[in-house]
């Protein structure tokens, strides 16, 4: 149980191109979905908090113009780098939380995004 | 938010108990301890989690001293393939944020 897909697993892209990046839980129903960008020998950073039905909230420094989220349902949020750059290439790791009040997350098997 | 502290580095050798302890000095009344495991190119994976006293599960245990401010993560007869980075976690009780350290790349040896 408690399982999390991303989709695709790598991507390669153009300069200046649109990603989207899928999120699912497979098997619970995700009230709050969260997003993560790892680079290369560091840790996770947090970028934005994502509940169903409702606008996600981003953390300082995270510039939610350039990344769109959307949690149309209980198990699927989407990220989309909008005019990806090649800075923008690294690991985004998505996790979802089953219910309020249940803390513990359970992360997909993260995107690796490639901007050329 | 509970700011995390463990050691940047384990060596171990294969078939050894290895223990790494992460300290967690403001941890708040209702925070949760949560331990992760993560593979390269893979996201992290769920080990174990404990609010206070001992925790066990298949794979691991976990050590919450009477005052919270300290845990240990015990992993019994580590192999080969439990080389990972694993990263000790305060789950904020109110909305649920995980904040990641720099956690703690252990490196089993043959």
């Known amino acids: 149980g408690a399982v999390v897909s991303q989709h695709p697993s790598r991507v390669i892209c153009k300069s200046g191109t649109s990603v989207k990046i899928e999120c699912r839980s497979l098997d619970f129903q995700a009230t709050t979905m969260f997003w993560y960008r790892q680079f290369p020998k560091q840790s996770l950073m947090l970028m934005a908090t994502?509940?169903?039905?409702?606008?996600?909230?981003?953390e300082q420094g995270v510039e939610k113009d350039k990344f769109l989220i959307n949690h149309a349902s209980l198990t699927l949020s989407t990220l989309t780098v909008t005019s990806a750059h090649p800075e923008d290439s690294s690991f985004y790791i998505c996790?979802?939380?089953?219910?309020?009040?249940?803390?513990?997350?359970?992360f997909g098997p993260g995107t690796r995004l490639l901007v050329l | 938010l509970a700011k995390t502290t463990q050691p940047i580095s384990m060596d171990s050798y294969e078939g050894q108990e290895v223990n790494i302890t992460c300290s967690h000095n403001?941890?708040?009344?209702?925070?949760?301890i949560t331990w992760y495991q993560q593979f390269p190119s893979q996201g992290p994976r769920f080990i174990i989690q404990g609010y206070k006293t001992k925790v066990t599960n298949e794979v691991a245990s976990l050590f919450i001293p009477a005052d919270r401010k300290s845990s240990t993560l015990s992993l019994p007869r580590v192999s080969l393939s439990d080389t990972a980075v694993y990263y000790c976690?305060?789950?904020?009780?109110?909305?649920?944020?995980?904040?990641f350290g720099q956690g703690t790349e252990l490196s089993v040896k043959p």
């Open positions: 996790s979802a939380r089953m219910a309020i009040g249940q803390e513990t997350q359970y």
């Open positions: 976690l305060v789950i904020y009780n109110q909305g649920g944020k995980l904040i």
């Open positions: 994502s509940n169903e039905g409702s606008k996600a909230t981003y």
């Open positions: 403001n941890i708040a009344t209702n925070d949760y």
